[in-house]
């Protein structure tokens, strides 16, 4: 089957009932998204599809027919970060590194229908993406700053 990944159409010629997560990994060495529990629990393996967040660990890829997924590896370049993964590093807010991808999949997202959410927002938006090396603050406090930084651009 053909799966459209990240603007570049792959072939996988597995079961169909594969998680989308296991072919991502596994099969197209995308490994940004990552298995940690594989119930939909975490959040970290969040992907898009058609530019809707999904945990891609309940996705079977023999469902997606004519989909365009995105991973974490889609939302960026080499040379320049997306936003929200600009302000993690600038924030220092990775600790081990499992959970980055699922919250930068799920902000970024969130971020495009919320440009300028509330602290308490943001805590709901992040419902679903589990950290059990930080207490959330400081990724709240760099999401938060995206709208200072915007709105002092703007002046």
Known sequence: MKISVNGEVRVFHGDPRTPLLDVL?????LTGSKAVCGEGFC???TVYVDGEPMMSCLQP??????TEITTIE????VDELNS???VFEDFDVVQCGMCFPGMVMTLTSYLKTNPAPARADVKSALTGNICRCTGYERIIDAVMSMQQTDLETAQ
């Open 74 to 77: 889609g939302l960026s370049t």
């Open 43 to 45: 959040g970290a393996c």
């Open 61 to 66: 890829v023999g469902v997606l027919g004519e």
């Open 84 to 86: 929200v993964q600009q």
């Open 25 to 29: 990994r596994d099969e197209f060495r």
